[in-house]
Structure formats: structure tokens, C-alpha cells
């Protein structure tokens, strides 16, 4: 049985934040960047009303420079108040010293609850930390849908936003949006939005809402930036993040995807092969060219990298940052 099918599903998180069963520590970890991001609020809200004190609250986001004790010094120092405490600790995949949290893993804190996010698909099972965060039952894994996976979510969603979703506008809206579940989610809101109750959503109406509307997807920036249009690419960026000031991070991961793509197909000209390699965004990525350069697919690499680090480590502004980066990506 491979690793991935003996770690445990992170849909599953709910089995595991029972009044009487909270864990001292939740590893998630994966592709899926958003799925992550939405358990993480799904263990907050749950935890939250058992923290008495503000001071009790943590949250942090580490660097390559960062080091596990930033955050288990403030696990094993007791609350302010007579409640939880609550510490979410993001991008453990940057650090180097992942081992050193194995001595947490054995004695955790009995009043902390510690979320950890990885935003990475390795944890080999082998390894420490994640050999003893797997025996402990801690360890969640977010991998991404594949392209069945994500078309029969796509319409059990429409069915919870009480869409009458046709196969033919299904369609149409995945290939718009491309393989990203967090846009996909947030244009079937959308079209909830503007839709009228009851009535079939065909190809024409989501053609027709996209105009309406104005936004974009982050598969719209994709293909400008594919396709080396600048001018497109900022327009495209800038709507995204007026239409949601927190969907930086959620674009240079996709961006970053996006990248590692392309560079897994270079050379590639067999369509079988294509998507046996990247899954059915091969079909999209065939027909980018400004980017399906080797020196100017490492050069958006190195871009998004400096883009992130900024993000994380600085006050500058989205649009400022994306201008940066969008530039630098096609210099």
C-alpha cells in the first residue's frame, strides 16, 4: 500500500475535533494550498471559544531563517488565561531542522493545540518528523483533485450553492478556470450570485456572467503570462486582487504550479505523454509560447521565489508586489 493511501485524508479533519477527542497537534500538508488554508480556519473556529486570553492566540509564518523553537518555546509556555492555547504555524517546508519537532511530537503541550501547514507534498513516511506524526495519528494530508475528482466536486458543489449546473456549463467552467479548486468555489458563489433560482446554467449564461462581472481567473493571468502579454497580465493580476485582497498567496501558488508545469513538459509533444506527465492542464499548457523556454521558465521560478519572500517578510503592497513580479517574470 503506498503512503499516500496510509496517511490520513485532511476531508476526514471533522473525526478528529470531537469535544472529547481534540488533538494536541494537527500536520497538514499537500498540493492543495487552499483546501489547507480552509481546515486551518475549520480547527481555529472549533478551538477558539476554549482560549480564554488574546495572549493566547499565535500565529506565524516561517522563513528558511526561521527555527522550530520560534514556535515550541511559546507551545510549552503556559496560557495567560485558565483556557487553550492556540498556535498556527505556516510554511514548515521552508525550514531545515523539520527533525527537531520530533521531541514536541513525543510530550506535547496538554493545553496547546498546534496547527502546523506544510505546503508541500513530501512527508515521507520514513523520515522524522513524519514517522512519529503518523504512528500519533497528527499528520493530514491535502493532495490536489484529479480532473474526475475535481468535475464530480465542481457539481456536488453547484448542488450545495442550488445550482442547476448543465454538463456542457460544467465544462465550460473548468476549462476557464483550469485545475484550481479555490477558483472554481469561488466562481460557482459567483454564479450563484447572479443567477436566477431555479434556472439551467448553460455555457451561455457563464459566458455571458464572465462579461458581466468583469473578473478574471487566475487561468486568465496564466496564459498572458504564457503568452508573454504584459499589459494583459497586470490587467488580469490587478482584478483578481480587487475582487479579493487575500488572494496573493493563492496566485503565486498557482503561478508556481503553473511554472513547474511547464517545465515538466518541455520537449514534450506526444499528447499522451503530456498528460500523463501533468494530468489534463497539458492541453492548456500545449498551446503557451513565450514560456515554454527553459532559461525563462527558471527566471519565473526565481521571480516567484523573490515574490513570495517579499510577500512574507515585508509591507509592501499586492499590486506592487505583483507589478514586481509580472515584470521580472517576463523581462
Known amino acids: 500500500m503506498s503512503e499516500k493511501k496510509e496517511i490520513e485524508s485532511i476531508y476526514n479533519i471533522k473525526k478528529y475535533l470531537q469535544d472529547d477527542a481534540i488533538l494536541p497537534i494537527y500536520f497538514l500538508f499537500g498540493e492543495d ?186 487561468f486568465d493571468l496564466q496564459n498572458a503570462l504564457g503568452n508573454g502579454n504584459k499589459e494583459k497580465a497586470i490587467e488580469y493580476a490587478f482584478n483578481l486582487i480587487d475582487s479579493d485582497g487575500n488572494k496573493m498567496t493563492l496566485i503565486i501558488a498557482m503561478l508556481t504550479k503553473y511554472i513547474t508545469n511547464l517545465t515538466q513538459i518541455l520537449g514534450i509533444t506526444n499528447d499522451a505523454e503530456g498528460v500523463k506527465a501533468i494530468g489534463g492542464s497539458y492541453y492548456f499548457a500545449k498551446k503557451i509560447t513565450y514560456l515554454r523556454n527553459e532559461n525563462r521558465l527558471a527566471n519565473a521560478a526565481k521571480a516567484l521565489l523573490e515574490a513570495d519572500i517579499r510577500l512574507k517578510t515585508t509591507t509592501i503592497d499586492n499590486k506592487t508586489n505583483l507589478s514586481i513580479l509580472i515584470a521580472q517574470i517576463l523581462k
Do not use: H
Not at 523553537?69 to 492555547?85: E, H, R, V
Not at 502546523?116 to 513530501?122: E, G, L, V
Not at 512527508?123 to 480532473?147: D, G, H, T, V
Open 33 to 218: 494550498s487552499f483546501t489547507i488554508n480552509n481546515v486551518i480556519k475549520i480547527i481555529e473556529k472549533k478551538i477558539i471559544p476554549l482560549v480564554t486570553a488574546d495572549f493566547d492566540r499565535e500565529s506565524t509564518t516561517l522563513t528558511k531563517d526561521s527555527s522550530i523553537s520560534q514556535f515550541i518555546d511559546l507551545a510549552y509556555s503556559f496560557p495567560f488565561g485558565n483556557g487553550k492555547k492556540l498556535i498556527t504555524v505556516r510554511n514548515f517546508e521552508a525550514i531545515n531542522d523539520k527533525k527537531l519537532l520530533l521531541n514536541y511530537i513525543k510530550d506535547p503541550a496538554e493545553f496547546t493545540v498546534l496547527i502546523i501547514a506544510q505546503y508541500s507534498k513530501s512527508a515521507p513516511l520514513n523520515q522524522e518528523p513524519y514517522k512519529s506524526l503518523f504512528a500519533k495519528n497528527y499528520i493530514f494530508e491535502a493532495r490536489e483533485m484529479r480532473a474526475n475528482e475535481l468535475s464530480e466536486w465542481m457539481f456536488k458543489k453547484a448542488k450545495v450553492e442550488k445550482l442547476n449546473l448543465s454538463q456542457a456549463a460544467g465544462q465550460l467552467l473548468l476549462e476557464m478556470v483550469g485545475e484550481s479548486k479555490a477558483v472554481l468555489e469561488m466562481q460557482l458563489i459567483k454564479i450563484a450570485t447572479y443567477s436566477k433560482p431555479g434556472e439551467e446554467i448553460t455555457p451561455e449564461i457563464i459566458k455571458n456572467l464572465a462579461e458581466i462581472t468583469k473578473e478574471y481567473t487566475i
